[in-house]
Each structure stands twice: as C-alpha cells, then as structure tokens.
C-alpha cells in the first residue's frame, strides 16, 4: 500500500530545469463538457462509497497500487475517489485524465511514464508520487461528454492484459451511471421539493376558495340584516329535519309568527326604527329557541320556527313562553308608546308531500288569521286564539 504520494502538494516549475511540462490540449467540445459537469454538481461534493468501491475494484483487477475516479475541470482535476492515494485536486496542465478525455472511446495506457514524452517531465513523475505507470478509460455521459476517467496507476512500469483493459472500461461506464443516478436523483428532489411548495400553495389556495365558498353559502343563506338564516336556509333545514324525524318516528312542528300592521312602524318611525324592531325581535327568538330549534326570517316581518321533536302542543307552549319572555319591552321595541301585535300559526308534519311546500302552507294560513285575529296589544308577542289556531292547523294538516 502506498500512502502518502504527495499529489496535493504544489509543484515546481520543470522550466527551471530547461525543460516544460507538455500540457493537454483542450476538447473540441471544451464549453459543452464544462457546462454538463457542472450539472452534476458533483465537483467538491463528499466522498460516497459506490465510487469508492469502483476504485478499490478496478485497482484489484488492473493489479496496480492506486486507483482512482477522476474530474477534469476547467483549471483542475478533482479526485471524486482515489483507492491507496489521498483524495484532492491537482492542476490540469500536469493532469494524466486531461489527456485520457481527448479519446473518450480508448483507454489511455502509459506503460512507462519516463519513456512517454508527454508525461517524463510531469512532477507527477519526477515528484514524490513518483507515477511510472498510468491507464484511465474516460467517463463518458449519455450525452458523449468526457468528465473525466476511472484510472489506475503505480509506481512502476506495468501493462494490461486485454481483459483487463476491458474491466477498467466496464467499471468506467459504471461510474458514469452513477453519476447519473445521482444526478437523475437530485433532480427527483428537486421535483419532489417543488411539488411539495405546489400542493403547499394550492392546499393555501383551495383552503381559501372553500372559506370564499363557504361564506358566500352563509351570505346567501343568511338574512343581512337580523343574522338569521334566510328563507332558502329554512327550505334546506325543513327537508334535512323532515328526514330526520321521520326516520326517528318524532314528530316535527313549524310555527309562523307574523308581526301585524308593521308598515306603520316604518311609514311612521322610519325604517331604520323597523328595521330594529326586527332585529330585536330575531335577538329574542333566537335566544328562546336556542338549540331546540331553527328560526329563520321567513320574508317581510314573518319568522318561522322549525321545532323538531314538538308536537302542536308543545309548539304553542314554545309560543307563550316567548311571549311571556317578550312582555314589557314594547317601549324599547317600538318606541313613543307604539305596540304591535303578531300572530302565531303552526303545523306538524305528518309524512308524505313536499315539507318546503307545508311549510308555505302554514305561512299562509298564518296570513290567513289576519290582523285582527291576534291579541296582545301592548302584552308583546303571543299566541291567537287556541280555537281560531286548531282550525286554522286542521285545514293545515289536510291540505
């Protein structure tokens, strides 16, 4: 084994001896070779086994001391691997491999460096590497670039069989497909990379359409000015509850309450003082229904009330309570002394039909009570007449 052979140290100018280095012409193809190994990005890269074992093997089948893998750049040969010899640089002009990549097809053998012109005055021979034997067969790329070669070398004069020769051009081309696997996988990671930061983006991008999309289902099933679900909300609620309540064998009730005369709330305080008066009458609701129900603002001044598991009873209970709950704050509802009244008409499902269709049933028999059907001038929200209410449901019931 031999250590040490000093190819990292600086070498002396042979010109002082009278006699100059014979430095390797550059490639034909000189600007294309340099610019596909840069691709590679493999230059000053670590050291990687594969390479390594490639050295260690072609240095026991060509039977010489060192080996190694070998990149020729544009002012240096770079030692990707180097089997008995210590992995560096050297500068190209005295480059053996600078030499070898001018025949990309042939094997350079240098049977004896001190009988070879080229090379007898190289300080890779005359120095303390004392390099008397050299074969490199060069890396070639798919593209037919020259990188730069699997070479074997020693410190005496030998020669290879033609086996051999052949070996070192196999193991040759072996480095050279690692050389594209490793580049083949970098550009997999990059690849993989940008398709990360691109389904990071549209994962950024498709969150924001579903919060775009989803406010604007709120916005359409919303009622902007009290902040209940609208008309079209209750169609969807009502079928959605209508399912449910059939599959459980419950019952299902819907109630309209319709706050009578309200045009003289606006044709006398303004709409700004009906539209409060809506407002506070939706807060109230929304707050006696809770999760016991839905209420929705039906149109107008009409607000229905969807109550799943009631029953007729149940429903007009849910009624008084509300206004029970609504008693006393007419003033601050409708101002200088102003009461209205409304009116509550209610229906329970009871299978078959279209429920958005019953639903609109029951709002117009609530119409159909009329203004001067209620009670409750000046006493809040309440429900009509028990009697007047059961007929009204009965004809409900049976359309």
Known sequence: MVAGLGLLHTFPDNSKRGRAVIKPELPSNEAERLAVLRQYEVLDSPAESAFDDLAMIASTLCETQMAAVVLVDQYRQWFKSAHNAPRGEAPRDISFCA?????????????????DPRFHDNPMVTGSAGVRFYAGAPLVTREGMALGSLCV?????????????????ALSRQASHLLELRLAGKRLRQQLHERDWYEGQMAGYYAAMDAVNADLVEQTRTDPMTGLPNRRAFAVASAAATEQTRAA??????ALLDVDHFKIVNDVHGHDQGDMVLRELSTLLRAHVAGAGTIARYGGEEFVLLL???????ARVQCRVSAAERSGDDDRVAGDGEHW????????????????????????????????????????????DWQRLRSCLARTVAA
């Open 341 to 384: 009244r409304g009116h509550v008409a209610s229906a329970r499902e009871c299978g078959g039909g279209d429920q958005a269709r019953r639903s609109g049933l029951v709002c117009g028999q609530a119409r159909w009570a009329g203004s001067d059907g209620g009670v409750g001038v000046g006493a809040g929200l309440v429900c009509s």
């Open 249 to 254: 064998d419950q019952p299902l009730s819907v």
């Open 308 to 314: 799943p598991n009631a029953d007729l009873l149940q």
């Open 99 to 115: 030499h070898a990549i001018l025949r990309p097809d042939e094997v350079l053998m240098v049977e004896d460096t001190l009988l």
């Open 153 to 169: 070398f020693d410190q005496t004069p030998a020669h290879l069989r033609d086996e051999q020769r052949e070996a070192l051009q």
